[in-house]
């Protein structure tokens, strides 16, 4: 690979958005990171560029067979005006799993990390300092061969744009009302549920639509064979409080290793609370609810970070947990991870990785 | 809908690749039709413009979330001038049911079919003329919004573009070496096999390329839950000829309802031969290849029209079918279908459709 990055910066830097309309991933930078890759020659010409359109042939191959993958991190600035990545190693190793699932080529996770703190060090002064505010991430891969034959394209570009983002919880943290799905799958084992791959979301957009129009917020997914287990809530990870434990639906290869996942169950065995990685079936989840012991559940992502469920609904057996309150365990899971994010609580697994100018 | 038709046209047409030389989806004609859908204003904007470069932000939905469904069918012009189309309102109608599936708008499907017709009828010169070729048609929709929320985009784009392509057998008509698949899985019922999405397709790269490390062309899919029942071969629908019977797989949900499956069951059924649409496992089909009963299998699709195969293996188990030679009723199938493609056989269930100038 080609590892000189070239930086033209821009002419005419654009007018930042008010910070209380800066919504998700709505708004975006001044500047963007670009790479290319071509068959026989690997990726090259890594550049950070004004923020532009893309010019793509109407035949490329991401328009067609969908050959895209996609991450989601965070860059956060603090008081003390430090800017920090949230394990963003994790997120490029990632990023090779995926690519490595769609046919895809691999990237440098090292160079690629380099070159991201190069980008947001370049744009610090979009990423909010208020508190919850953040400057989102999204670096994404595209086939941009433009051919019709069913095979992985022979050229692709790597792209990382900026956006800053609002506080995700602008009015507290709200818990959720969410329909467990028995008719639509999101994924099944030997598909591509634990890659972050484009089609995966839009196949998703279908059952929770119709669970807003039965006035649920997300969907809880099911396995893809027996439609029993749990699987993913939304586009997150989901944990149960039942008890003195805390479960987690095992990494089985359609859902997605979550890297805020990974870490909720750092900070939990951290805490001496046991960690229960295992199959669990909805009845089994109800089962617990009867008997008083599921206390509280919550999904962890990136973009909330950790989202209370208050409410879930399984074929009309109503689950109400903690009230509809955020439990205290939800609530001092979100504290401490946005505490290490913002580097302002006890980094001591070392997941911050500072931006220097 | 706005349903005037623009009409721009190239000021400078395109030399035409050499016949020998066209290949599949590879080169494309000088126009192409667009037509912008923005919510609350429903489809504006069709018209016919120069073949040209998209300009898409680098946050459009498709390029993240794969909000991306396509079609394909063919033009054909034979000997005697006319240029037909085959079945065109049924990829319309397919068209709306994939949209339907990723909570994309719906099109009009009459509208599309006339503007289609306009287009091709302007471009008939593209259309390759000489036995096993034609005008490759690909319509296809993306979202367009830059937006990271996970939400169904606020605007779409609807483009045609046109492809002369070589006739799929230009040697004769080879029976390929098929992999039953075992690990991978392309769709399972709630999921999105049924309709043309593009990430179907991606998501089934992977599968392809290890089948064709192990010497083989492409892969039979079996179904999501079980992992028993045959699905679909590569990107085509399959059928077997068992004793005096066709079977084909029943469609169940996660099947791609293909338009060439229909006309082979119409075509089968009205030289009474019965068509059996079951759930087809892999152990009754090589049952009845030890008893000598499997005599022909071949995949349909537009692409080859019909497809023969001449090689199944099944974990170790081999099935040769008709001494890897194409089957009588394969050619026969193959031969009408393109007969009545070309105009030079009868259309008895009139699937033909004239464009005129």
Request: glycine letters at 10%; one cysteine or more.
């Given at each position: ?80 005006g430090k800017v920090l990545l949230f394990r963003p190693e994790q997120n490029f190793k990632r990023m090779n799993r995926s690519l490595e699932r769609m046919s895809m080529p ?83 084992r030997g598909g591509t549920g634990n890659a972050k791959v484009a089609g995966n979301y839009a196949g998703a957009l279908k059952a929770q639509a119709e669970a807003k129009e ?144």
């Open positions: 690979m080609e590892c000189q990055l070239t930086i033209v910066r821009t002419e005419q830097k654009k007018e930042k958005p008010a910070l209380d309309k800066l919504g998700f991933g709505v708004h975006f930078t001044d500047h963007m990171f670009t790479m290319d890759y071509t068959e026989g020659k690997g990726w090259h010409d890594p550049q950070i560029v004004p923020h532009a359109p893309l010019t793509l042939d109407p035949a490329a191959m991401v328009l067609h067979y969908g050959q895209a993958i996609f991450e989601g991190m965070k860059a956060y600035r603090n008081k003390a691999q990237v440098d996770g090292e160079f690629m990390v380099d070159a991201l703190k190069q980008l947001v060090a370049l744009e610090k002064e979009w990423i909010p300092a208020e508190s919850g505010m953040s400057l989102y991430i999204r670096p994404f891969v595209i086939a941009t061969e433009p051919c019709f034959g069913v095979r992985p394209s022979h050229t692709y570009k790597l792209i990382i744009v900026l956006s800053p983002v609002g506080a995700y919880y602008a009015n507290g943290m709200e818990p959720v009302k969410i329909y467990v799905e028995n008719k639509y799958v999101r994924a099944v039965k006035g649920y917020e997300q969907v809880l997914w099911l396995d893809g064979v027996e439609n029993k287990y749990i699987e993913e809530v939304g586009s997150m990870n989901v944990f149960f409080k039942v008890g003195e434990e805390v479960w987690t639906p095992a990494l089985n290869g359609s859902i997605l290793e979550g890297i805020t996942r990974d870490s909720t169950i750092h900070l939990l065995k951290d805490w001496g609370i046991p960690v229960v990685e295992k199959r669990i079936s909805v009845e089994e989840l109800y089962e617990a609810y009867t008997k008083g012991q599921l206390e509280e559940a919550f999904g962890t992502g990136t973009a909330a970070v950790i989202s209370p469920v208050g409410d879930l609904n399984w074929n009309g057996h109503q689950m109400i947990l903690n009230g509809e309150k955020t439990g205290p365990l939800t609530t001092k899971l979100y504290e401490t991870m946005t505490g290490i994010q913002y580097g302002e609580k006890e980094d001591k697994f070392g997941w911050s990785v500072e931006v220097s100018e």
